[in-house]
Every structure is written in C-alpha cells, then in structure tokens.
C-alpha cells in the first residue's frame, strides 16, 4: 500500500509532454499588440528576443508539447519531485482537513524555476544563442537561468532588483557560483537603468525596470537572447509538468483536491501547479476551487485593472492584456522579491476573467507567520514566495476546523528559504512590517497605462 505521508513517481512516469491550456478554455485570450501598430505581433517581432522554437510555443494551438529528450536528462537531476502530505502541520491545526504539498526545492536552484530555465537555455542553444540576459527578483529564477546556462556553455547576464540585491547576499554567490554574472537594477550599465537613477537615485529597483534592462542590452546584441522566469504562455507551458506529477501523485493515493491554492507574482508556479487540474476541472472530472494567492503590498489580480500594458518599466515590450497597477508601479521593497511584479501573466488573467479561479492578497507578516508554523510542524523553511499560498492553505484548513469539512488541499511548496533566513530574522525579532497599498496610490499608478482603443 503506497503511503500518502511522502509520494514518490518512478523516473519512468515523468511527464513526456507540457500542457497548453488554451485550448481547453471557453474562449481564447486577447491577442499581444505591437506597441507602435497596436496590431497583434508576429513572429518577426519576437525574433530579436527569443528563438523561434519558443516563439512557437508562446503561440501555439496544441494541447500538449514534447519535451525535448536532451531537457528530460538534465530534469532526472530533481525530477519527479515529491508530494508530500502535511500530517504534522493538521495535526497542529487540529483540522480535519488533508493537506497536500508539491515540494519544487529539491531542484539545484532551490525552487520551481528550472523547470523553464533548462528548456529555454535549451532551445537558446540550439538556435546559436551565446548569451541570454535576464531580470530576477529574489534571485530564484536567476539562479534557475545561471544553472541552465551552464548546461548548455551559455553565458547569463542577470539584472536582480535592488532591494533584494541587498536583503540577499548569498544569492548571488549562488548565481556566481554556477558562471553567472550578476548587477544590480537600476544599473548605471543601460539607458533604461540611468534614467531610473537620475530620477530616482535611492530607487529599490522593481521587476519591471530590470525587465527594461535586460531586455535593452538582449536588443542590442546580435548573439544574445533575453529569457523570462515568467508571465509568458510558453514559460506557464514549461512549469505544467508540476501539475501533471501532482495529478499522478494523487492518484495513487486515491486523492482528488477540493481546493488548491498557489502563490502568485507573474504566474509560473501557480499556472504550473494548476493548469492541468483545471483541464480536469473543464472536462468535468473533477471540480476543485482554484485559489491564487499574492502580496497585499503588489496586488494585481485583486486590486489592479484588467488592461493592456507594457511587461516592463520603459515600455520596451510588446503589450499585453493582464491584471495590471501600471507599469511604472515600484512595490515596496517586502521580502518576496519574486512576487513584487506590476503585472499578472495574460493567460493568468483571462482564466481569471472567465471566473474559472479566485484570488485574495495576503499581508507580509501574516505569511511569515505561516512559514514559521510549517518550519515547526514539517521541518522545511519555505522561501518567502510560498508562505502566501500556506497561509491560505492555514486559513481554509481552520475554516475546515469550524465546519467538520474532510476537505483535501494542494499547494505547490515552490521554494525552500534558506537564503531568506535574513527576512525571518527580521520577522522572530518583531521587526517587520506591513506595507498598506492605498487606494490613491493604486490609481496613480494605472494613470499612466497606453492607450489602447477597445
């Protein structure tokens, strides 16, 4: 009899193939519109960005995508990863609820973003990239890409966002460690970088502006590509594997999920985790709520506006129909660098729209709490990012509590933490605060969004 306190796939049932959701959806999402033209972009508009075997994805109409054999043996590094049961943590909660994990730190970069990193230097290489640039926040997907790159000889050149620059230090000795070169952002390196500083010369940086950075010096480069950790289709394509492991997880130990909840920032993890049981819920086979979780501080699902806007700070990228507080929207500087992104994917977005999913923001120390009491019962410090999603994992295991429900929980544990151990230092000595969003700072920053005709 299979235990459900640690499940385990064999290396033969990994996953062969990526699952594209759109066209399981009820209708397809908006098109992304050159910014001078305002007409849907093409391939030719992509190409001096990404090779065209990503550009294919990023738009394609099949179900689902091979993964590529030479991707399969570096994912055998980590993958399948494993699904582990919270009993330690129900037990501390009292709650009759059952409360299942996806655990993606036991990949080399501590964290899910691998799972697109290795494809995308994959796919980089084999198109005669030798050099891809990049953005990262808390420093996960940079670590990610710096990893990959080093699978397949290419050189990563990596904006990180100011304030995590600094609250992380290690992190870029990781990065460093596996040959990639990383700098702060803004950067006095790029036109995009220099503007920012001498506006703003205390500026913390924001995701956006270091998209604006890496994607500058990409442009400029015959030999270089940008890569992105996030918010596009191809990369939410990539990170599905989490999903379809989870899916044949569960069924071994006969579990179907009545809620699954993910952290949300550009939307890999979430999407990752569920996009393939929201194809089961589509088809009708089962019917879970699905629950996106994000920082009170940076809340575009529930506070931002559903427009079209640019993926960056200097309006450098296409535009794209997503949950939005402006593109020159600087969050404040809380500790889940990876979740600090003016903008929510489009494909995030339109489910959203289409009322196939829920969202709630959650505040900092309320999170880190969660992270604490997971640390204590399950014996993993989880990364910043995933406390979102375990304090509404907590909330709806206490609703449970209340009501006697049996209900069964998923989340994705996206991250471990131990390069954020700074931040819950912070929060054991009482000295971390709660960024409040007010409204007149939410208008102000979608004040300044293109004009798109309807």
Known sequence: MTSDTKILLSESELPRNWYN???????????????????????????????????EQEVTAERYVPIPAEVLEVYRLWRPSPLFRAHRLEKALGTPAKIYYKYEGVSPAGSHKPNTAVPQAFYNAQAGIRRLTTETGAGQWGTALAFAGAQYGLDVEIWQVRASYEQKPYRKMMIETFGGTIHPSPSELTAAGRKILAEHPDSPGSLGIA????????????????AL????????????IIGEEALLQLAKVGATPDVIVGCTGGGSNFGGLAFPFLREKLAGRMDPVIRAVEPASCPS?????????????AGMTPLMKMHTLGHDFIPDPIHAGGLR????????????????????????????????????????????????ALAACIEEALR?????????????LCGHGHLDLPAYGR???????????????????VANLP????
């Open 400 to 412: 449970c509590k209340e009501s006697g429900e049996e209900k069964v929980i998923l989340t994705a």
């Open 211 to 226: 998209i604006s950075e890496a994607v500058e010096v990409a442009a400029q480069n015959p030999d270089t590509n940008y």
């Open 451 to 454: 004009a798109v005709p309807a």
């Open 341 to 388: 992104y003016h903008g929510m994917s489009p494909l995030i977005s339109h489910v959203y729209e289409l009322g196939l999913m829920e969202a709630v923001a959650k505040t900092q120390k309320e999170c880190f709490e969660a992270g604490v009491t997971f640390a204590r019962t399950e014996g993993i410090i989880p990364a910043p990012e995933p406390t979102h």
């Open 21 to 55: 959701l759109v066209p399981d959806l009820p209708s397809p999402p908006p098109p992304v519109l050159h910014p001078g033209t305002l007409q849907p972009v093409g391939p030719d508009d992509l190409a001096p960005l990404f090779p065209m075997a990503l550009i």
């Open 301 to 313: 699902l529930t506070r931002g506006v559903y427009a079209y806007d640019f993926g960056d700070t």
């Open 427 to 445: 929060f054991l000595a009482g000295e971390m605060d709660d960024h409040a969003l007010s409204q007149d700072a939410v208008a102000a920053a």
């Open 229 to 240: 950790g996030s918010v596009l289709n191809h990369v939410l394509l990539h990170q599905t």
